[in-house]
């Protein structure tokens, strides 16, 4: 199974801030990555889709991108509503995995 | 795009469940779907996933106890909840597929709890 280390798992910040959360990927899953976005008591949220682009309806704060095979999800000027847990998503192949969520919180 | 699960509880150790999501606001039959748990306070787990022409797909951790099905007639996908042991306690999402197979509309939730 492919895993998906994610970092970190908690993530303090200020509104304002630029903040990045990061997968690393086991194998090769080129850009079939995910990133969902989670408030508490919700179902999950599509933000980014093929590693890079934006789901429809998700502010441009929010982007996504790739370094061999690390993908990283860079919140640009922080606003409260953003304030959730977020996971990666590798469908590369089957079994689909999570990598274990980040927790982005007001520091 | 609106997908209702439905047919949690509470289950005992062993027994069984079946659980529904049906769906509206799509063509249900164009598209596979998913299912995902959540057990409390943890991370996200896929459990199985079936196309849009019921091919099937399943996690280990699941495999020979849990059946996913559908029935395009009824815009209704299912799961069967064989065997349930305490850790099968969870959050269930169902989930279509967006772009590519991989889930991207979720559904709120239903939750089944396995105690004795």
């Known amino acids: 199974d492919i895993q998906m280390t994610q970092s970190p798992s908690s993530l303090p910040a200020s509104l304002g801030d630029r903040v990045t959360i990061t997968c690393r990927a086991s194998?090769?899953?080129?850009?079939?990555l995910r990133w969902f976005q989670q408030k508490p008591g919700k179902s999950p949220r599509l933000m980014i889709y093929?590693?890079?682009n934006l789901a429809a309806g998700v502010p441009s704060r929010f982007s996504g991108s790739r370094s061999g095979s690390d993908y990283s999800l860079t919140i640009n000027s922080l606003e409260s509503e953003d304030m959730a847990i977020y996971y990666c998503?590798?469908?590369?192949?089957?079994?689909?995995?999570f990598g274990s969520g980040t927790k982005l919180e007001i520091k | 795009v609106q997908l209702v699960e439905s047919g949690g509880g509470l289950v005992q150790p062993g027994k069984s469940l079946k659980l529904s999501c049906s769906a509206s606001?799509?063509?249900?039959?164009?598209?596979?779907m998913h299912w995902i748990r959540q057990a409390p306070g943890k991370g996200l787990d896929w459990v199985a996933y079936?196309?849009?022409?019921?091919?099937?797909v399943y996690a280990d951790a699941v495999k020979g106890r849990f059946t996913i099905s559908r029935d395009n007639a009824k815009n209704t996908l299912y799961l069967q909840l064989n065997s349930l042991k305490s850790e099968d306690t969870a959050i269930y999402y169902c989930?279509?597929?967006?772009?590519?197979?991989?889930?991207?509309?979720w559904g709120q939730g239903v939750m089944v709890t396995v105690s004795s």
């Open positions: 998503l590798q469908h590369n192949e089957y079994p689909l995995t």
């Open positions: 194998q090769d899953i080129g850009n079939y």
């Open positions: 989930a279509r597929s967006q772009g590519g197979g991989a889930p991207g509309y």
């Open positions: 093929g590693a890079t």
């Open positions: 079936i196309s849009s022409s019921s091919g099937t």
């Open positions: 606001g799509f063509t249900f039959s164009s598209y596979g």
